[in-house]
T-cell receptor, first 111, second 110 residues
Framework: GQNIDQPTEMTATEGAIVQINCTYQ??????LFWYQQHAGEAPTFLSY????GLEEKGRFSSFLSRSKGYSYLLLKELQMKDSASYLC????????????FGAGTTVTVRA | SQTIHQWPATLVQPVGSPLSLECTVE??????LYWYRQAAGRGLQLLFY??????ISSEVPQNLSASRPQDRQFILSSKKLLLSDSGFYLC?????????FGSGTRLTVV
């Protein structure tokens, strides 16, 4: 089966850094995705990690450790527009390459 | 480049009425296609997926069905909507290192 865990909510101040952790237990692994979803909108792609290490894209970075079944999304220099839900999802080749999603982490950025 | 189109954006339907949501993908061939539902404040639930024309796999038993009449077309249907069918419906397609969502359809059953 697939089990994806991430915190339900996080709050941070504008300009600060927030790290959203995701742990997974899946039958197989073929990549981990992070998505951002604003209220009432579709999820938008942020990052894809298939190898261990850190991937940096501007203010957002994503880290993966396959041996630990662990990933994090790092949001730097937080802006009010970063208030959203962040979804962690794992692609599982033993599950027809479907994505298994965590429940999402709601990040609230305060002034 | 690949694009995914989903319509309509919003829909209000009475209980017992039929449903048809359509999704099309451009710029790729033989994509894997998916229908998800997201209830208010909840996570994404996979409803159906398809790896090819006429091939549909259902993830959860429910009041809905899906069809793939063409390679890049995926349709979500219901013969008689229930109140519990309300939600945000998302179509998605996947490639090797991508998994892209359509803009979604907000369905309210009244």
């Amino acid at each position: 089966g697939q089990n994806i865990d991430q915190p339900t909510e996080m709050t941070a101040t504008e300009g600060a850094i927030v790290q959203i952790n995701c742990t997974y237990q899946t039958s197989g692994f073929n990549g981990l995705f992070w998505y951002q979803q604003h209220a009432g909108e579709a999820p938008t792609f942020l990052s894809y990690n298939v190898l261990d290490g850190l991937e940096e894209k501007g203010r957002f970075s994503s880290f993966l450790s396959r041996s630990k079944g662990y990933s994090y999304l790092l949001l730097k220099e937080l802006q009010m527009k970063d208030s959203a839900s962040y979804l962690c999802a794992v692609k599982d080749p033993s599950n027809d390459y479907k994505l298994s999603f965590g429940a999402g982490t709601t990040v609230t950025v305060r002034a | 480049s690949q694009t995914i189109h989903q319509w309509p954006a919003t829909l209000v339907q009475p209980v017992g009425s039929p449903l048809s949501l359509e999704c099309t993908v451009e710029g790729t061939s033989n994509p894997n296609l998916y229908w998800y539902r997201q209830a208010a404040g909840r996570g994404l639930q996979l409803l159906f997926y398809s790896v090819g024309i006429g091939q549909i796999s259902s993830e959860v038993p429910q009041n809905l069905s899906a069809s793939r009449p063409q390679d890049r077309q995926f349709i979500l249907s219901s013969k008689k909507l229930l109140l519990s069918d309300s939600g945000f419906y998302l179509c998605a397609w996947s490639g090797t290192a991508s998994y892209t969502f359509g803009s979604g359809t907000r369905l309210t059953v009244v």
